[in-house]
């Protein structure tokens, strides 16, 4: 089974997916989580997005469908959780490619509802937590860069809302209900 955790930033996407993993033993494929290990190590490619991630922007559909290609190479015996990804029309087309190379498909994709003054609490909360835990926020955890981030989820990502409801494909879930309320849920819709 594969399916697509679709919301915006700070909808909970990463939090419900660690749970997948553990329950379902699905692989969590987080753009996000590999473009932040590829600037940690280094890479050339790292260093090319920094900058962008920091302002909030999307990096460009080539690179994080590379590394979606790479990552699904390797298998998924629970299938996989795509987290984060696809953000565009262009990359939700690469990952329906993808998936039919391999001989699989989507079997769903499920909307984390939230809204957006919550969203922005939350992130800015997620930041000052880690910060007053001694830890360092996420550089792109700031009011600034959050405006940005999501600007871009509204113009460049939630058409993929439409998209997958086209499909028949979508299902939605409230995302504001708590941790195990919105896993309930999202278990309800997979069935
Ligand atoms: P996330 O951890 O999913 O919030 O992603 C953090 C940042 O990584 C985003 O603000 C983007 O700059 C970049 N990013 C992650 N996934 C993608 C994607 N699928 N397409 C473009 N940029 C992405």
């Known amino acids: 089974m594969n399916i697509i955790l679709l919301g915006p930033p700070g909808a909970g996407k990463g939090t419900q997916a660690q749970k997948l993993v553990a329950e379902r033993n699905m692989v969590q494929l987080s753009t996000g989580d590999m473009l932040r290990a590829a600037r940690t190590s280094g890479t050339e490619m790292g260093k090319k997005v920094a900058a962008v991630m920091d302002a909030g922007n999307l990096v460009t559909d080539e690179i994080v469908i590379g590394l979606i290609r790479e990552q699904l190479e390797n298998g998924a015996e629970g299938g996989f959780i795509f987290d984060g990804f696809p953000r ?91 941790m195990d309320d919105v896993a309930a849920s999202i278990s309800k819709a997979l069935g």
């Open 88 to 178: 565009t029309l262009a990359q939700a087309d690469a990952l329906d490619a993808l998936l039919s190379e391999m001989g699989q498909g989507l079997d769903h994709v499920i909307e984390l509802q939230v809204n957006d003054e919550v969203l922005v609490e939350r992130i800015l909360g997620r930041a000052a937590d880690t910060v007053a835990a001694g830890g360092a926020a996420r550089a792109d955890d700031n009011a600034e860069s959050l405006k940005v981030r999501l600007l871009a989820y509204y113009k460049q990502t939630s058409p993929l809302i439409g998209y997958y409801y086209a499909k028949g494909d979508l299902q939605s879930v409230d995302g504001l209900a708590s």
